[in-house]
T-cell receptor, first 109, second 111 residues
């Protein structure tokens, strides 16, 4: 079946850039998503990219999509302590979504 | 709009008890779904619905029932709770092929 993989942990220093990576298996995915989950909260949609795009930029967030390698990344510029959270990659599979395990981003002062 | 609401926020059950987790949305979304979140496993789809009167199974449906009598509500029933069902449960809704919006979650512990 469909599978989405992410590394589980990432630590960066405040002010540096963070890059969170994701690989997926379904080449027919139409949209790929990044969600953010803060402690004790639900998932918040951060951004998404349509499968015919290579890159999407939205303020401090840059999404890169390599369709050949089925690799998606989220870059957060000038990472702040408020960016500490779990970040989930997800692909749309038909009407449903398949989520990765989440990457816990820790921002060190 | 309240968005997607879930009740209760926390629940402790004994093995064998039954209960219903409530989910409601006020955005007139056709699509609603239930996920469970376990450490290191992301979100796994339990059941989903593409409209009132229509439900289908997701990846991990065993031990759970759902119904969708209205567009707004999508309750999840645990028939006989087991410790393996200890998890955080999220409800989500969207237009049929739109972005998903999540509720705040219900943290369930089964002892």
């Amino acid at each position: 079946g469909e599978d989405v993989e992410q590394s589980l942990f990432l630590s960066v220093r405040e002010g540096d850039s963070s890059v969170i990576n994701c690989t997926y298996t379904d080449s027919s995915s139409t949209y790929l998503y990044w969600y953010k989950q803060e402690p004790g909260a639900g998932l918040q949609l951060l951004t998404y990219i349509f499968s015919n795009m290579d890159m999407k930029q939205d303020q401090r967030l840059t999404v890169l999509l390599n369709k050949k390698d089925k690799h998606l990344s989220l870059r957060i510029a000038d990472t702040q302590t408020g960016d500490s959270a779990i970040y989930f990659c997800a692909e749309r599979y038909g009407q449903n979504f398949v989520f990765g395990p989440g990457t816990r981003l820790s921002v060190l002062p | 709009n309240a968005g997607v609401t879930q009740t209760p926020k926390f629940q402790v059950l004994k093995t064998g008890q039954s209960m219903t987790l409530q989910c409601a949305q006020d955005m007139n979304h056709e699509y609603m779904s239930w996920y469970r979140q376990d450490p290191g496993m992301g979100l796994r789809l339990i059941h989903y619905s593409v409209g009132a009167g229509i439900t289908d199974q997701g990846e991990v449906p065993n031990g759970y029932n759902v119904s969708r009598s209205t567009t707004e509500d999508f309750p999840l029933r645990l028939l006989s709770a087991a410790p393996s069902q200890t998890s955080v449960y999220f409800c989500a809704s969207s237009y049929r092929f739109g972005d998903q919006y999540f509720g705040p979650g219900t943290r369930l512990t089964v002892t």
